[in-house]
C-alpha cells in the first residue's frame, strides 16, 4: 500500500469515527463499533486464508487459474452461505422483547 493510500484510509476512518459518533450518540456509536467487529470477524473466519493458499497453488504450478478461479467461486459461495446462516442464527433464536 502506498503512502498516499494510507494516508487516504487513515483520513476516512478517522471522518467515519467522527460522523457515527455525531450521528449516533455513545449509545449507538458502541453498537456500530461491535457490529461492526463482528462482522469483520466473521469474514476473518470466513476465508480461512483461503487467497493466501490459492496464490501459493497458482504460482506453484498445481493449479490453473482457470481451476483456482472455479475452487474460489465455491468456496466463496460456502462461506457465504454458512455466514448468512450464523448472522441470523441469533435474530431467530433471541427472544422477543414484550410490549407492555
Do not use: K
Amino acid at each position: 500500500m502506498s503512502g498516499a493510500s494510507r494516508i487516504t484510509v487513515a483520513a476516512t476512518g478517522a471522518l467515519t469515527t467522527i460522523v457515527v459518533a455525531r450521528l449516533l450518540g455513545p449509545d449507538g456509536a458502541g453498537g456500530f463499533a461491535i457490529a461492526l467487529t463482528l462482522v469483520m470477524l466473521m469474514q476473518t473466519v470466513a476465508t480461512l486464508g483461503v487467497e493466501h493458499g490459492i496464490a501459493y497453488y497458482v504460482s506453484s504450478g498445481r493449479w490453473s487459474p482457470r481451476e483456482a478461479l472455479g475452487a474460489a467461486r465455491r468456496v466463496a459461495l460456502a462461506s457465504a452461505c454458512s455466514a448468512r446462516w450464523a448472522a441470523s442464527a441469533p435474530a431467530c433464536c433471541s427472544p422477543r422483547p414484550s410490549r407492555a
